[in-house]
């Protein structure tokens, strides 16, 4: 639920309240809030969060259930794992080791995930894909409008929560479950595996939530997938280490992915896309590099149900990055025939 709050001595703000934790705020309501980023000023996370209601208790959880997700934190949640002993899954997960084939698209921003969908559709419309998110933005998965979005669109099946991140249709214990969940439980064509909404990032090498990128190429490798890395590319980003091809997808897939993958390399147009395909070469020398054309891709985006928006920068003022996941999106179709 999205709130209009008033703070004392502070003013009006926006406000953020997950009923299935703290219950359901109405109008009048006291709200305990934790203000952090209205206080750092955040773009994608600039919420209050509401913590409780002081003057009315949330439900008693119902239902089965014994994975704990958010550990050790006042707000933990026990939610039903597929994966788990009580789960009508758990029979058909066992002693699963294959997501036999399945394309499985890896990308390091959640921005990402529509325009990979929107390629992916434009070429082969009605492929079931599913949303593997593992923890390394936010942990709600209802925090991602445009998950909710494509799903109402009906161009996203189902989304598979993994590690500390709860709220999908079905939740996993590890990335690997979730992979296999989607997979044999939701019967995916395809899984899109990246963060949700919110990464974080230092300027340094190592330290960025987008290193998992690389990890997720090696479980849809180890599992028996077909691992497409999406590259982080932006012409608009002020800050040189992104552009080009970010120095976050050099090191996750450079670095970090010890499986071969597919990397896609658009063919972007003029000396912007000839620099593109010159920072991703050296990535040919773990992976396969496969240059994959963008016609008709930007229709494809601006047709999506979901607004293109990467740090506060749409589809014109970033063009590139969008065209560079929808390629990745497409390249899937084509392995799918």
Same mark, same amino acid.
């Given at each position: 639920?999205?709130?209009?709050?008033?703070?004392?001595?502070?003013?009006?703000?926006?406000?953020?309240?997950?009923?299935?934790?703290?219950?359901?705020?109405?109008?009048?309501?006291?709200?305990?809030?934790?203000?952090?980023?209205?206080?750092?000023?955040?773009?994608?996370?600039?919420?209050?969060?509401?913590?409780?209601?002081?003057?009315?208790?949330?439900?008693?959880?119902?239902?089965?259930?014994?994975?704990?997700?958010?550990?050790?934190?006042?707000?933990?949640?026990?939610?039903?794992?597929?994966?788990?002993?009580?789960?009508?899954?758990?029979?058909?997960?066992?002693?699963?080791?294959?997501?036999?084939?399945?394309?499985?698209?890896?990308?390091?921003?959640?921005?990402?995930?529509?325009?990979?969908?929107?390629?992916?559709?434009?070429?082969?419309?009605?492929?079931?894909?599913?949303?593997?998110?593992?923890?390394?933005?936010?942990?709600?998965?209802?925090?991602?409008?445009?998950?909710?979005?494509?799903?109402?669109?009906?161009?996203?099946?189902?989304?598979?929560?993994?590690?500390?991140?709860?709220?999908?249709?079905?939740?996993?214990?590890?990335?690997?479950?979730?992979?296999?969940?989607?997979?044999?439980?939701?019967?995916?064509?395809?899984?899109?595996?990246?963060?949700?909404?919110?990464?974080?990032?230092?300027?340094?090498?190592?330290?960025?939530?987008?290193?998992?990128?690389?990890?997720?190429?090696?479980?849809?490798?180890? &599992?028996? *997938?077909?691992?497409? +890395?999406?590259?982080?590319?932006?012409? $608009?980003?002020?800050? /040189? !280490? @992104?552009?080009? =091809? #970010?120095?976050?997808?050099?090191?996750?897939?450079?670095?970090?992915?010890?499986?071969?993958?597919?990397?896609?390399?658009?063919? &972007?147009? *003029?000396?912007?896309? +000839?620099?593109?395909?010159?920072?991703? $070469?050296?990535?040919? /020398? !773990? @992976?396969?590099? =496969? #240059?994959?054309?963008?016609?008709?891709?930007?229709?494809?985006?601006?047709?999506?149900?979901?607004?293109?928006?990467?740090?506060?920068?749409?589809?014109?003022?970033?063009?590139?990055?969008?065209?560079?996941? $929808?390629?990745?999106?497409?390249?899937?179709?084509?392995?799918?025939?």
């Amino acid at each position: 639920m999205e709130l209009d709050v008033e703070i004392d001595h502070d003013g009006a703000a926006r406000a953020l309240a997950y009923p299935a934790l703290v219950g359901s705020p109405q109008v009048g309501d006291a709200v305990l809030l934790n203000t952090t980023a209205l206080a750092m000023g955040l773009g994608t996370g600039g919420y209050a969060m509401v913590v409780a209601l002081p003057d009315r208790f949330p439900p008693d959880p119902s239902g089965p259930g014994h994975l704990v997700k958010a550990r050790y934190t006042p707000l933990q949640a026990t939610v039903l794992g597929a994966d788990e002993q009580d789960s009508p899954h758990h029979e058909l997960l066992r002693e699963a080791d294959s997501v036999d084939g399945m394309p499985v698209i890896v990308a390091d921003l959640h921005s990402a995930l529509p325009a990979i969908v929107a390629g992916l559709h434009r070429d082969r419309p009605g492929t079931r894909v599913v949303y593997v998110m593992p923890d390394g933005g936010a942990l709600p998965s209802w925090f991602s409008r445009a998950a909710a979005a494509l799903r109402e669109a009906g161009a996203l099946a189902a989304v598979v929560t993994t590690g500390q991140a709860f709220g999908g249709d079905l939740e996993a214990v590890t990335l690997h479950t979730g992979l296999l969940a989607a997979r044999l439980v939701l019967e995916a064509e395809v899984a899109v595996v990246a963060q949700g909404p919110g990464n974080l990032g230092t300027g340094t090498r190592w330290g960025f939530s987008g290193v998992s990128a690389g990890e997720a190429v090696n479980a849809a490798g180890v &599992l028996g *997938g077909r691992p497409i +890395a999406s590259l982080r590319v932006s012409e $608009a980003d002020a800050r /040189e !280490r @992104h552009q080009g =091809v #970010s120095h976050h997808s050099l090191t996750a897939y450079g670095r970090v992915a010890l499986t071969r993958a597919q990397v896609v390399v658009p063919e &972007l147009p *003029g000396e912007f896309g +000839a620099r593109v395909a010159a920072d991703a $070469a050296p990535l040919g /020398e !773990r @992976h396969e590099l =496969v #240059s994959v054309p963008v016609d008709g891709l930007e229709e494809a985006l601006r047709a999506s149900p979901v607004r293109m928006s990467t740090m506060g920068r749409g589809l014109d003022e970033d063009l590139a990055g969008f065209l560079t996941a $929808a390629a990745a999106g497409r390249h899937a179709a084509a392995l799918l025939g």
